[in-house]
């Protein structure tokens, strides 16, 4: 008996794939617990609806993503930050605070998805990766900024 799979059936397949079975282990066992479903010729058409139209979702988050990364890549993301005597800033720079200021210029990326290669605990330039889905990942560069200094230089600019 020819029949498509609903969910994952260990040892037999994964969802959506069609598979050839005993009659009665069908009956008696993938059927009843509602495994499967007959392999007629509308829920193949179904089927075959159903996965083209997951494969154009798929190439238009694609498409999404590529622009995103397009737009964000090569961004230099300003973070002032309160400095210590010796040079350090107060805590790190985490992802979370890097994702808030990517929120800030318009980007809405999760913390999950900052990739940072060191610890930030100095002023300074950092690469910073952030990861994409599909495998894709883009650069930008972290610059983080004494904010005193800042200030500093925001009223000699008005002067």
Known sequence: MKV???QDVENLGKKDEIKEVADGYAR???LPNNLVKSAT???LEELDKKKKLETNLAEEELKQIEEAISKIEGQEIEILVKIKDNGEIFGSITPFK???ALKKKGFDIKKDHVNLKEQIKKTGEYPVTINFE???EAEIKIIIV???AEAEKEIKEES
């Open 4 to 6: 498509i799979l609903l």
């Open 28 to 30: 008696n066992f993938l």
């Open 41 to 43: 010729e509308s829920a």
């Open 98 to 100: 890097i994702s808030q």
């Open 134 to 136: 599909h495998g894709l």
């Open 146 to 148: 004494d904010e005193k």
